[in-house]
């Protein structure tokens, strides 16, 4: 089985990644979206799986009662090829809102929250937030932020190494 070794970095829209493979001492360039990654780590549907092509650093998503036994087969028998990408962490983001609590100065919001957190409030956190917006622009900068980490993560665990840090 070849491992490939890749390095990536965002393009200055930030909405690619540019992943170069090495194979045989020569280059290959391919861009892995950015956006698409962001909503591949984001779903929440358990239904779906989202797939990370290494080769051509396409992104898509099939259902898992997807009825193509040949599609199965080509993607379990080139696991070199194709990743499964994580879906949405429920217990980070619930430990990035706790950390987001504490620093909340509207002892008033901060209560709300941490009714929230602990199941005895019936508001959403967007609907909580939605009435301060400033704590909401800070809360999305924090998550997009969690999630951003959590992408590099995983990349750099599947050997897909930025050559910069830009993203």
Same mark, same amino acid.
């Given at each position: 089985m070849k491992?490939?070794?890749?390095r990536g970095t965002i393009a200055e829209n930030r909405n690619e990644v540019k992943v170069e493979n090495p194979s045989m001492n020569m280059m290959r360039d391919m861009e892995i979206v950015w956006d698409d990654l962001l909503e591949a780590f984001a779903n929440t549907d358990e239904d779906v799986v989202y797939l990370l092509d290494r080769y051509t650093g396409e992104i898509f998503f099939v259902p898992?009662?997807?009825?193509?036994e040949s599609f199965w087969n080509e993607i379990d028998g080139h696991p070199e090829q194709y990743l499964r990408i994580p879906g949405f962490d429920y217990d980070q983001e619930r430990l990035l809102l706790q950390d987001f609590t504490k620093g909340v100065g509207n002892e008033r919001?901060?209560?709300m929250l941490d009714m929230s957190l602990s199941g005895k409030s019936h508001g959403r956190l967007d609907d909580i937030l939605?009435?301060?917006? @400033? /704590? *909401?622009?800070?809360?999305?900068?924090?998550? @997009? /932020? *969690?999630?951003a980490e959590r992408i590099r993560n995983w990349l750099e665990e599947h050997d897909?190494?930025?050559?910069?840090?830009?993203?």
């Open positions: 491992t490939w070794r890749m898992v009662d997807y009825h193509d919001l901060k209560r939605s009435f301060y917006p @400033e /704590e *909401l622009d800070r809360f999305l900068v924090l998550k @997009e /932020e *969690l999630l897909i190494f930025p050559a910069n840090e830009s993203f």
